[in-house]
């Protein structure tokens, strides 16, 4: 288990101390280690050994359930005790990370006052704001990034592909292949595996020409939805029997003529974005690696450079 706190003050980097405390059972010790933070100034991390005691056959089932009781109160206690001691020194929220096997605390945490923050596969984080006024720990991620590639080859036609599970108003329709963007993936990379994994197909990331930005669209989510140009670097389909129903490469007239398409506000501006942008009447964003001083790493830009020897981008 973990636990992180923003404080009104900051600790010295150097510093560390033992706390004796029952938090998870009466042998284990908890571990306080200052470390700096973004929003602001230290925030010690409290961690917790997630192994328990390992038991004998002799031990009763009773015996179990009355060890488990001694821990859980013994959980709520330091908490209690934790929180008041935190609150006198003038902390202003708390971070507590419970991992996947000790999901039995997240009733006492509840209890206590904690709410819900966010959920990963392994654990559940929980929040508490001590200070009086609103609460400035940073919400959960806001939204879902998604990607469009539009593929076309030298014969003017676009790779396009039918998925399996759609809602029946997009039924029969040819689309360009999309997806979500995996954690910590690039928005140009992530174009060119969707395309991999639903048809086969190799590509090179070109530019994104446009994004859209929608409300409520996944477990009340907002979604960012970028379209990309990409070019083919095979031909050879193999369709994704996950996903697609089936995939082609479609003449670009017959494609953008789908009643589906032209009845569709979106769907068609999107094609009309990406054919100015074959007939070089629309520049689109290619990706720059840049290194920002503020954080020392290296991350994706996304501008174009209108009538650059390297670009065929051209102003009107």
Known sequence: MELKLFGSKSLSSGSEMMLSSPFLNSRQI????????SCRGIVPRASYPSTSPTGTSAVSQQDRLDSNSYGINGTKAALRSSMCHWRIKGKKGVWL????????????AVQEGFQYHHAERSYVMMTYWIADGPCLLPSNASHHVGVGSFV?????????VQEKHSTPSLFGLWKIPTGFIHESEEIYTGAVREVKEETGVDTEFVEVVAFRHAQNVSFEKSDLFFVCILRPLSTEIMVDDLEIQAAKWMPLDEFVNQPLI?????FKKIIEICIARLGKRYCGLSVHQLVS???GKTSSLYFNIVEDKDSDCQAN
């Open 30 to 37: 908890m571990k306080v280690i200052p470390h700096s933070c």
């Open 97 to 108: 990370k419970l991992p996947l096997e000790r999901s039995d605390l997240v009733p006492v």
């Open 262 to 266: 032209q009845g569709d506000s979106m």
């Open 152 to 160: 076309i080859n030298d014969k003017d036609e676009v790779l396009v």
């Open 293 to 295: 001083k503020f954080d």
